[in-house]
């Protein structure tokens, strides 16, 4: 086949086959989904499509509107056939049908998206398998180890626990009543220091619970 040749709906033949998908149609197209379309069927070639659809819309045949470098063709409603009362109403019922099926379909695409969010962030079944495995591991570690404890003969009675708990009551208490005795003691005597608190530590050789990090329990 030669350059010039575009099939065998080129020429005349393209436009009234464009004419009439237009007509019957009713919609915009592009000079590219109206080549898309029709190509197989119609074996028209891209640039008989673009020529034609351009003499159309110069003969006002077809209506042309231009978005940026992209141009639009439908056909001119004015001379479609005006549509009856009946043909109006079964339109708008048409219409709302479509319309409820659209909330249909976006409801179930809500619903499948949320699904595919809480797959998306679930762990998979190798995942998982991997999981309970290191929890099983963990298991029969804490297991051992709470049979060793239980096997010790060095266990503490709860008397003895008892005991002990007393007893650092007892030294914590005397611990904060003679801190106390010293920190009144010192204020005292540095009233009438000429020196600086630093300083008079440094000379008498006081070393602070803070200069070792040593902090009193909490009271229980």
């Known amino acids: 086949m030669s350059k010039g040749r575009e099939g065998p709906a080129a020429g005349g033949?393209?436009?009234?086959?464009?004419?009439?998908?237009?007509?019957?149609?009713?919609?915009?197209?592009s000079a590219q989904?109206?080549?898309?379309?029709?190509?197989?069927?119609?074996g028209l070639g891209k640039a008989a499509v673009v020529k034609a659809l351009e003499q159309?819309?110069?003969q006002g045949r077809v209506r042309e509107k231009a978005y940026g470098k992209q141009k639009i063709y439908f056909a001119d409603q004015e001379q479609l056939p005006a549509a009856s009362d009946a043909e109006l109403r079964g339109l708008d019922g048409e219409i709302a049908a479509l319309a409820a099926k659209v909330q249909a379909?976006?409801?179930?695409?809500?619903?499948?998206?949320?699904?595919?969010?809480?797959?998306?962030s679930s762990m998979t079944t190798p995942?998982?398998?991997r999981e309970l495995e290191e929890l099983r591991k963990d298991c029969a570690t804490y297991t051992e180890k709470l049979e060793r404890m239980k096997s010790a003969t060095n266990h503490v009675t709860p008397e003895?626990?008892?005991?002990?708990?007393?007893?650092?009551?007892?030294y914590c208490k005397e611990w904060r009543r003679r801190k106390r005795m010293a920190t009144e003691l010192l204020e005292a005597i540095l009233e009438g220091y000429p020196k600086s608190k630093k300083q008079f530590f440094e000379e008498v050789g006081i070393e602070t619970d803070e200069d070792h990090n040593a902090t009193l329990p909490a009271a229980v």
Do not use: T
């Not at 379909?105 to 998306?120: N, P, T």
């Open 13 to 29: 033949g393209a436009a009234a086959v464009l004419l009439r998908y237009l007509r019957e149609q009713n919609r915009p197209y």
């Open 33 to 42: 989904d109206a080549f898309g379309n029709l190509q197989r069927e119609h």
């Open 56 to 58: 159309l819309a110069q």
């Open 105 to 120: 379909l976006q409801q179930s695409c809500r619903q499948m998206e949320a699904e595919l969010k809480d797959l998306s």
């Open 127 to 129: 995942e998982m398998a």
């Open 160 to 170: 003895e626990k008892e005991k002990v708990c007393s007893e650092q009551k007892l």
